[in-house]
């Protein structure tokens, strides 16, 4: 049988992989570990069978060894698998919680929108708590499950706050960001920020990238992202990017004009402009030989006429817009 470090190895290497946890299990509950049935209960939970039952029987191990779970910490977890996987900041708190075991294999921490994040709380414990969490693999500044329009503020500096940045796979943020590499980020979400965190990104090498969304407004604006801010992704874009999502970008007549020809567009699979205000101008412009490599065009927008609707219609294997009946709806007052 594997050693517990060597189990512990195998996790660290493979974390999505249920089987070697459930290995581990096995290890610890020969061992006399209590954490081992933890580990089987949350994995019978997950199956979806009498999942109340197996939640009682959670809630009484944790009962009768306490030690299995942290103490109050000031945040939200979620667990799987007899450890925590993500941890929520509520509030303040000293990072030497993480150093139990449960955070053992901690890969996900969120930041939400709060005045920890706009009061440049957010880099000093960064620096602290990823000495503690080396398997770090997504970080979000900023709720994801609640987008919205933040004002910014001072750009966090990633390549000082987290010393890991390059085990990133995952990027999610509603404030100014700046770092120079992030050499396996897969997902990169920019919901925050004005023009200047665009003109750091491209700056920055992303070589593993595959999903850009950018959901600030951009526009001919000085605060918000404008267009030329965007050239360097037109002209020099990530190498695995094939995924790109721009939301509100209020021209889309003209971003559709930069991507034809354009070296992004060739490598694209997938495209979202979101409420673009485009034209029949520039849905003209939008043709197979153009287009026709995608797998997705989504131009969901709902005050695309029926004429812009027509002239994209079937360019690629999958067009997305507003029916008419939606538009309807979302233009009824109240």
Not at 271 to 296: K, P, Q
Request: with cysteine.
């Amino acid at each position: 049988m594997a050693t517990r470090e060597e189990l512990e190895a195998q996790i660290e290497a493979s974390p999505g992989d249920e089987a070697t946890y459930l290995i581990l299990a096995d290890w610890l509950q020969v061992h006399g570990d209590p954490r081992g049935e933890l580990i089987a209960l949350d994995a019978a939970a997950a199956a979806g069978t009498q999942r109340g039952e197996w939640r009682k029987r959670r809630a009484d191990l944790v009962a009768a060894h306490p030690s299995l779970v942290p103490l109050e910490t000031g945040l939200q977890l979620v667990w799987r698998f007899g450890f925590v996987r993500r941890a929520i900041l509520t509030k303040l708190h000293d990072v030497e919680v993480f150093a139990h075991p449960a955070f053992r294999f901690l890969s996900e921490i969120v930041v939400p929108d709060s005045e920890p994040l706009l009061a440049g709380f957010v880099e000093q414990f960064l620096t602290d708590v990823t000495d503690r969490v080396p398997l770090l693999r997504m970080l979000a500044l900023g709720d994801p499950d609640v987008r919205r329009w933040p004002t910014g503020g001072a750009p966090i500096d990633l390549d000082r706050a987290v010393p890991r940045l390059g085990q990133l796979e995952q990027l999610y943020t509603i404030t100014p960001i700046a770092f120079r590499a992030a050499p396996h980020l897969r997902v990169l979400e920019i919901h925050g920020g004005d023009r200047h965190t665009f003109v750091r990104l491209g700056g920055a090498a992303l070589p593993a990238l595959e999903r850009l969304v950018i959901g600030v407004r951009v526009r001919a604006d000085v605060e918000q992202g404008r267009l030329d801010d965007l050239r360097w992704l037109f002209e020099r874009p990530p190498p695995a990017l094939t995924s790109l999502e721009l939301l509100e970008v209020e021209f889309g007549d003209d971003m559709i004009r930069e991507l034809v020809g354009s070296p992004l567009l060739r490598q694209l699979r997938v495209l979202r402009l979101w409420n673009a205000g485009l034209t029949r101008s520039g849905a003209r412009l939008i043709t197979r030989e153009a287009f026709g490599h995608l797998e997705l065009l989504d131009l969901s927008d709902p005050l695309l006429d029926d004429d812009t609707i027509r002239a994209v219609s079937g360019v690629c294997r999958e067009v997305r817009t507003i029916s008419p009946w939606m538009r309807q709806i979302e233009r009824r007052p109240g």
